[in-house]
């Protein structure tokens, strides 16, 4: 039903969440692994999550994820696919 009610979500939206996603997935992984690197021990590993810490993260991956999005619009690929779900006539 989402490609009724919320079309964009299969083109621009979906794009831009997945992408946002692959860059918090990778930032989380890479200071994971920093802290295993630094601690020897088997202690908890506690990441920063605090809005301080990731608002200036979020502003970094919005304009990238803005540059992505505006790649694959150019590529076509998000063209093709509401084209697909006849959002473009």
């Not at 996603?21 to 802290?35: F, G, H, I, P, R």
């Not at 999005?69 to 690929?77: D, I, Y």
């Amino acid at each position: 039903m989402t490609h009724f009610f919320q079309p964009l979500d299969l083109t621009v939206n979906g794009e831009a969440k997945r992408f946002m996603k692959d860059m918090l997935t990778t930032w989380y992984s890479a200071e994971v692994q920093k802290q295993m690197e630094s601690e020897n021990s088997t202690v908890e590993i506690e990441v920063d999550l605090r809005l301080s810490m990731l608002k200036p993260l979020h502003v970094t991956w919005l304009v990238s994820g803005k540059a992505h999005c505006k790649r694959m619009a150019q590529s076509g690929n998000i063209r093709t696919s509401s084209r697909k779900d006849n959002l473009i006539t």
